[in-house]
């Protein structure tokens, strides 16, 4: 390898072909780490969306157990105060726009 010229096209080769490898491992490790974030979200979301539907029955079934008929009025003797349940559900409405906030925040 006297020749300078031949030797600057075998070092410019090497470098990249030495970028180029390590390009695809970053690349690879960049599209592996995104297919594990992905997963994991909708895990995470398929776990959310299985906890409310089940609270949900719950909910639907203890207030069907305490009603006489549907659609009808509680059956238990003490008065149901409206405003106490008007601001209980607002506070759970409030709860769930947070945990949507910062579901959607972590998603992104």
């Known amino acids: 390898m006297s020749n300078p010229l031949v030797q600057a096209f075998f070092v410019g080769r090497a470098v990249a072909e030495v970028i180029n490898e390590r390009l695809e491992v970053a690349v690879t490790d960049a599209l592996s780490d995104l297919g594990k974030f992905d997963a994991e979200a909708r895990e995470q979301m398929r ?6 539907l089940e609270r949900a029955n719950r909910a639907a079934e203890a207030a069907n ?7 009808g009025s509680y059956s238990s003797s003490e008065p149901v105060d409206l405003q106490a349940t008007i601001d209980e559900l607002r506070a759970e409405i409030a709860l ?3 945990e949507l906030q910062r579901h959607r925040s972590n998603s992104v």
Request: aromatic content about 6%.
């Open 96 to 98: 769930l726009r947070n």
């Open 65 to 71: 157990s305490g009603q006489s008929t549907p659609g």
């Open 47 to 52: 776990q959310f969306t299985q906890e409310v």
